[in-house]
Nanobody
Framework: QVQLVESGGGLVQAGGSLRLSCAASGRTFNMYSMAWFRQAPGKGREFVATISTLGYSTDYADSVQGRFTISRDNEKNTVYLQMHSLKPEDTAVYYC???????????????????WGKGTLVTVSS
């Protein structure tokens, strides 16, 4: 029912910043908790950040706490991930996910229980 398209990835120097966007189709965007996940080369999928339907609650992985900020604009059907102080270990394909569940539950949502975008590549050079 919802389709997601990520954008904003690219090459950035360590210590730099980047903002990812996830544009959603449909008219029920405000019914979905949203999250960002990432998959680095040779690693499994890793939770990054989540945000509740109206944006009042957020949560982050320890590895990005204090550096990344997730936000949403329901008027624009868009979720953002603002990334600061980027490190080479942040290099990964970043995926946007939508689920009709709580933001907390999105931390561990399974592949089949959420709708996913195709990802956008973030490369952080040292």
């Amino acid at each position: 029912q919802v389709q997601l398209v990520e954008s904003g990835g690219g090459l950035v120097q360590a210590g730099g910043s980047l903002r990812l966007s996830c544009a959603a189709s449909g008219r029920t965007f405000n019914m979905y908790s949203m999250a960002w996940f990432r998959q680095a080369p040779g690693k499994g999928r890793e939770f990054v950040a989540t945000i509740s339907t109206l944006g009042y609650s957020t949560d982050y992985a320890d590895s990005v706490q204090g550096r990344f900020t997730i936000s949403r604009d329901n008027e624009k059907n868009t979720v953002y991930l603002q990334m600061h102080s980027l490190k080479p270990e942040d290099t990964a394909v970043y995926y946007c996910a939508a689920g009709r569940t709580t933001a907390q539950a999105m931390r561990t949502v399974t592949q089949d229980m959420a709708t996913w975008g195709k990802g956008t590549l973030v490369t952080v050079s040292s």
